[in-house]
């Protein structure tokens, strides 16, 4: 199978398995007005109204907003499936990919929108808006969906998931330290693939 075959089908698997699951908060584009006060509002705004969309499984570059291919997607959150390395076994005429699924989330903290309040219980003095860290729970919810997924299968497609390595997972670090991208949150999951392969040489003669 051809890599950008397989990088493809990955992609597609999470856009169809994993990434339907799940909806987490959109970063705003531009500028969004208050239409009460003709102001601008900011994501730290009590009146702010944040959007919620499913993740999107993009290949290799998480591609800037001006660059997004329609139908366009936010391209945050998001996973980008990126491939690390590979080697193919000559004899065996399999290959196998070591496969980085990065994944990002933003989330500059507690909006009213996040907060329940029962019925006929609205409090009269509403609360504010809270800056805070607790954004990283959403790459890490979206990083156990990924791993409870492939975890319970051995293929996609044609693609074999390799189970006699570990799967691994982590935070991007910059010298051994997590980097504070705040209101970004940004993890890792990385495991291998196996295919087979098939080469014939007569067809190079006609390219």
Same mark, same amino acid.
């Given at each position: 199978?051809? %890599?950008?075959?397989?990088?493809?089908?990955?992609?597609?698997? @999470?856009?169809?398995?994993?990434?339907?699951?799940?909806?987490?908060? =959109?970063?705003?584009?531009?500028?969004?007005?208050? #239409?009460? *006060?003709? $102001?601008?509002?900011?994501?730290?705004?009590?009146?702010?109204?944040?959007?919620?969309?499913?993740?999107?499984? &993009?290949?290799?570059?998480?591609?800037?907003?001006?660059?997004?291919?329609?139908?366009? *997607?936010?391209?945050?959150?998001? =996973?980008?499936?990126?491939?690390?390395? #590979?080697?193919?076994?000559?004899?065996? !005429? !399999?290959? /196998? +990919?070591?496969?980085?699924?990065?994944?990002?989330?933003?989330?500059?903290?507690?909006?009213?929108?996040? %907060?329940? &309040?029962?019925?006929?219980?609205?409090?009269? /003095? +509403?609360?504010?808006?809270?800056?805070?860290?607790? #954004?990283? +729970?959403?790459?890490?919810?979206?990083?156990?969906?990924?791993?409870?997924? @492939? /975890?319970?299968?051995?293929?996609?497609?044609?693609? $074999?998931?390799?189970?006699?390595?570990?799967?691994?997972?982590?935070?991007?670090?910059? $010298?051994?330290? %997590?980097?504070? &991208?705040?209101?970004?949150?940004?993890?890792?999951?990385?495991?291998? =693939? *196996?295919? #087979?392969?098939?080469?014939?040489? /007569? %067809?190079?003669?006609?390219?």
């Amino acid at each position: 199978m051809a %890599i950008t075959d397989s990088m493809i089908k990955i992609a597609d698997w @999470l856009n169809g398995t994993v990434c339907p699951k799940y909806k987490f908060k =959109v970063p705003p584009e531009g500028k969004i007005q208050d #239409g009460d *006060r003709r $102001q601008i509002l900011a994501p730290m705004d009590d009146k702010y109204q944040y959007q919620e969309v499913n993740p999107y499984a &993009f290949v290799l570059f998480l591609p800037t907003k001006d660059k997004i291919p329609p139908p366009k *997607r936010p391209n945050m959150p998001s =996973v980008c499936v990126q491939l690390v390395s #590979g080697f193919d076994d000559l004899l065996k !005429s !399999s290959r /196998e +990919m070591t496969i980085n699924l990065a994944c990002s989330c933003w989330n500059p903290g507690i909006h009213i929108q996040d %907060i329940y &309040f029962p019925k006929d219980r609205r409090p009269k /003095e +509403m609360p504010h808006f809270e800056p805070a860290y607790t #954004g990283w +729970m959403d790459a890490w919810n979206f990083v156990d969906g990924i791993l409870i997924k @492939l /975890e319970a299968i051995n293929n996609i497609e044609h693609i $074999q998931i390799v189970k006699d390595t570990p799967i691994t997972f982590g935070c991007y670090k910059e $010298q051994d330290n %997590i980097p504070d &991208f705040y209101p970004y949150w940004f993890a890792w999951v990385q495991f291998k =693939v *196996r295919s #087979g392969f098939y080469r014939n040489n /007569e %067809i190079e003669k006609y390219l």
